[in-house]
Every structure is written in structure tokens, then in C-alpha cells.
């Protein structure tokens, strides 16, 4: 079906390389979703989302007791995130590129590896002018909109057509079999056409109006040269931003591009680079500069004043260190180590049991007492053993010391205790949710050129044997919270 084909990353065959002003076609939808992630990134690092990171998802309560209080450590995450994203499209890119004869990987290889001349620091978007990115984000916005629309519209064509066929094959049915001893009489006019199958001709017909326009105004119809003209000057925008934000913190980045720098390269880079990004001159506005710090201690679940400073002072790190540009496996730096829950695979399963925590306390306060009974049992089936067995061993201790007659300042300071650590919690296992939905790259997110969230605001990174005490916390006392509950109304109706 074309919308299969149109989900689905499509491999280019470079064995048939496409004349000079040959389109996209059906790789357009990969070219969209390059796209997309080249747009992710480009408002990822845009002046709020940088102070957003630094002083919000940097010093929140969670990230400081779960996963880090080292700013270096968290920057350093952040930075091989993004450089890890702008990769994958990059070799998009490349993909494409080989279709049409540019060789783009050859260029971010130089680019990443410092060899770039720093007179095409111009590429920032923030540094540059009305030729710069922040005018071809808006072309590329539109026309991953237009793709976008011409895939949905593509569905449903293909579903037309699918239900046209459906008819067809009744119709043919009914003509099947013996011939009948007695003819039924012709039907009446109204009923000349009782499937609808001349109304689904004619939505057919529209459908496939809507689909020839917008594969007029989607990268359908664009060359591969001006897709991956306008995409490899994007990719390399952004990789100069990252420097711009991250490059005096982070080894592995060549140092930020400046306008005033003298020109380093090779006549066969630059003429590449000119060849395939055609920089335009224009008078260089400020950056927004490093990212500083300040000492600050976080222990949740006391809440953080968002005017202080980040954690911290970050130092630059010592160029002496020997570690070239481009040398850095970013991908390997995400992976998490094993004493970490998502270095044991288990982000997923207690971000979902965080979940299931909230909806139940707000079913037990809104008195939903049979689908609070259904999601506790639920809850409890997605346990790992071991956090099972932490729940049961510290609600026997509580049982063994007899807890008395209800009282309703017990009760109320079990809900405040739960609500002190889901205050911390609960973003973090919302984060997590969102943040294993934007890596499946599903059809509904394809397209999506949304701000992303970072690893290090996830449970990813957490420390395990902290996140499984505080979920064991969270449980006996919601465990706590249902008890009362049961005997107060069991009380009432006595």
C-alpha cells in the first residue's frame, strides 16, 4: 500500500543515480523526516530551550538526587544527545545526496572535525541574516507540513480505494452460483446503486485531486538538489550552534566558530562548502555566549527558587588533553552504565508504574473506588519481583506494629508524604513516557519538529537503587492511603 511505503524509511538504491533535476518521489517522506529532526534541533537550541535546559532541566529536584548534581556530567550528556540526532539526519542527507551526486558526507565529516573555515560562522542561526536558517526553517516548516498533509491524504486515498474494491468483489459475488429458475424483477431507480459505489468513485476522484496538488507543493516535487542543499546547510547550522553552546565545556567539539577568525581549511573543502551550502555574507550579531553557574544543593522534595543560577561552576576543559574534534563516539556516551535503571532496562516499566501511582491517588481522591482496586492490581502485575517483595516486606513490618484505630492525621500525612516525592517523581516518569515515544519515530511523530526532551531529565540516567526505594515508598504508602480509605467508608456504612 503507498501509505506502508510512506511510513516506512525507504533505503536509496545508489546503484541508479537520478538525473540532474530529478525529484523526490516517494522519498520525500524520508527527506520530511530529516527534516523534521534538523527542525527539532534547530529550536532545541534556541536562546529559551538553551535557558530552559540550564535552568530548569539541569537543576530540577530529580535530576539532582536521581541522576546527577555534576553539571559538566549533564552537559556533556545533553551535548552527545544532540550531536547523536544531528547525525542520523545528516546521514539522511548523505543518502540522498549520493542520488544527485554531492557528497555531503565528506563535508559534516570536515565540518565535525573542525575543518570548516570559520568565516562560515554565519551558518549559526543566531548569527545569521535574512539568508540564514531562521528563513529557511520557515521553508522547511512548510514544506515538511505539505509532506506530512500529502501522507495522511495518501491514507485515505488508499483507503478509498481499498473500500471501491471491496464493493467490486460483492458485487461479484452475488453474481456467483446457479443461475436462478426466475429473474427478480429490475430494481427502481433509487435503488440503481444500493452499495454507494458511485459516491465512493466520486470521493476517489477528489481524493486523488487533493494528492496531485500537495505532491505539487510538498518535497514530492522538489529536486534532490535543492532538498539537499537547503537540509545540508541546516545540518551544519546547527552543528555550529552546538558549538556556540557547548564547545567551551565540552571536549570532542571544535571550538565555537567566530566571524573574526582567519580561514584554516583547504581550497577543496571550502569549494565544497561554497558548492554545497552557498553561505551568504552579512554582519555578524552577538551570540548568546557560554552557559555559567553558581553553586546551589538540591534534596527533594524541597522545591527550587527558577531565578538562582545553575549547580555549579562549569569550568572549559583543559585543550591539552590530546582529544581531537571529531574523535568522539557520542552515540557510545549514551549508553547508560548498568547501576543506572536504564542501564538495566527498566526506565520504561517504572516510568509506567509511576503512572499508574498518580492515576490511582487521584482516583482515591475522587472516591473512583473500583477503578482505584482495578489500577492497584494492575500496578502490582508490572512489578519486577524484587520491588514486589521491598513493598511486601515493608507493609508486614507496618501491620506487625498494629495500626490502630483510623486517624485522619495519619492518613493525611501518608498523602503528604506520597505527594512530596511525585512532585519530583512524576515529572521524571512523565519525561521518560515521552521521551521513549519520540525514539520510536512511529508514524504520528515522524513529522513532529517539536522542541525534544533530553536523556538526562528521564529515568534513564537514575541511580536504581534510589529510584526503587522511592518507588517502594510511593507504593506502601498509597498501599497505606487504600487502607484508610476502606475502613472509613466500611465505618460509614456500619
Given amino acids: 500500500m503507498v501509505a506502508q511505503r510512506a511510513a516506512s524509511w525507504l533505503p536509496v538504491d545508489f546503484r541508479l543515480p537520478a538525473g540532474p533535476q530529478a525529484t523526490l518521489g516517494i522519498l520525500a517522506f524520508e527527506a520530511a523526516a530529516a527534516m523534521s529532526r534538523l527542525l527539532s534541533l534547530h529550536r532545541s537550541l534556541s536562546e529559551q530551550e538553551v535557558s530552559r535546559l540550564r535552568s530548569d532541566a539541569m537543576r530540577s529536584p530529580g535530576v539532582a538526587y536521581l541522576n546527577s548534581t555534576d553539571q559538566a556530567f549533564l552537559l556533556r550528556l545533553a551535548c552527545a544527545e544532540l550531536v547523536a540526532s544531528l547525525d542520523a539526519a545528516a546521514a539522511a542527507v548523505a543518502r540522498l545526496g549520493l542520488r544527485c551526486g554531492i557528497d555531503f558526507g565528506g563535508v559534516y565529516a570536515s565540518v ?43 491514507e485515505a486515498l488508499d483507503e478509498l480505494e481499498a473500500a471501491e474494491r471491496k464493493l467490486a468483489t460483492r458485487g461479484w ?31 476517489i476522484k477528489t481524493q486523488q485531486l487533493k494528492v496531485r496538488r500537495l505532491k505539487e507543493e510538498s518535497l514530492w516535487s522538489q529536486s534532490y538538489e535543492k532538498a539537499v542543499g537547503l537540509m545540508a546547510r541546516a545540518a551544519c547550522a546547527v552543528f555550529a550552534r552546538i558549538c556556540t553552546v557547548f564547545g567551551q565545556y565540552v571536549p570532542g567539539l571544535p571550538p565555537a566558530p567566530t566571524p573574526s577568525s582567519s580561514a584554516t581549511t583547504s581550497d577543496r573543502v ?12 552579512g554582519k555578524a550579531k552577538a551570540s548568546s555566549g557560554p552557559m555559567l553557574a553558581r553553586p546551589s544543593r538540591v534534596h527533594p522534595p524541597a522545591p527550587l527558587s527558577s531565578s538562582c543560577p545553575i549547580i555549579g561552576t562549569i569550568r572549559p576543559y583543559s585543550s591539552g588533553s590530546g582529544q581531537k574534534p571529531g574523535g568522539t563516539d557520542w552515540r557510545k556516551l549514551l549508553d547508560a552504565p548498568p547501576s543506572t535503571v536504564g542501564g538495566a532496562g527498566l526506565d520504561q516499566q517504572y516510568a509506567n ?60 500525612g501518608w498523602k503528604e508524604a506520597v505527594g512530596r516525592i511525585m512532585a519530583w517523581l512524576g515529572p521524571m516518569a512523565r519525561d521518560t513516557v515521552q521521551w521513549q515515544a519520540e525514539r520510536n519515530m512511529d508514524r504520528t511523530r515522524r513529522f513532529d519538529g517539536g522542541t525534544r526532551v533530553y536523556a538526562l531529565q528521564t529515568l534513564r540516567w537514575a541511580d536504581k537503587e534510589k529510584a526503587e526505594a522511592a518507588i517502594v515508598e510511593v507504593l506502601v504508602a498509597l498501599s497505606c492511603v487504600c487502607w484508610y480509605e476502606e475502613r472509613r467508608r466500611g465505618s460509614v456504612r456500619l
Fill in 173 to 203: 459475488s452475488r453474481l456467483s452460483g446457479p443461475i436462478p429458475a426466475k429473474l427478480a424483477p429490475d430494481p427502481p431507480p433509487c435503488a440503481s446503486d444500493p452499495l454507494g459505489a458511485e459516491s465512493i468513485r466520486q470521493e
Fill in 112 to 154: 565535525k572535525a573542525g575543518g570548516v573555515s570559520n568565516s562560515d560562522a554565519r551558518l549559526d542561526p543566531l548569527l545569521a541574516g535574512k539568508g540564514g536558517l531562521k528563513v529557511k526553517a520557515k521553508k522547511m516548516e512548510r514544506l515538511v507540513a505539505a509532506t506530512s498533509k500529502l501522507c495522511s491524504e495518501m
Fill in 353 to 412: 508504574v509511576i503512572a499508574s501511582a498518580e492515576q490511582l491517588l487521584q482516583m482515591e481522591a475522587e472516591g473512583r473506588q473500583e477503578e482505584a482496586n482495578a489500577e492497584r492490581a494492575e500496578m502490582y502485575e508490572m512489578l519486577p519481583g524484587k520491588l514486589r517483595a521491598a513493598v511486601r516486606s515493608k507493609l508486614r513490618d507496618w501491620w506487625r506494629r498494629d495500626p490502630g484505630p483510623l486517624d485522619d492525621g495519619l492518613a493525611e
Fill in 270 to 281: 571550502q569549494t565544497r562548502i561554497a558548492k554545497l551550502l552557498n553561505p551568504r555574507t
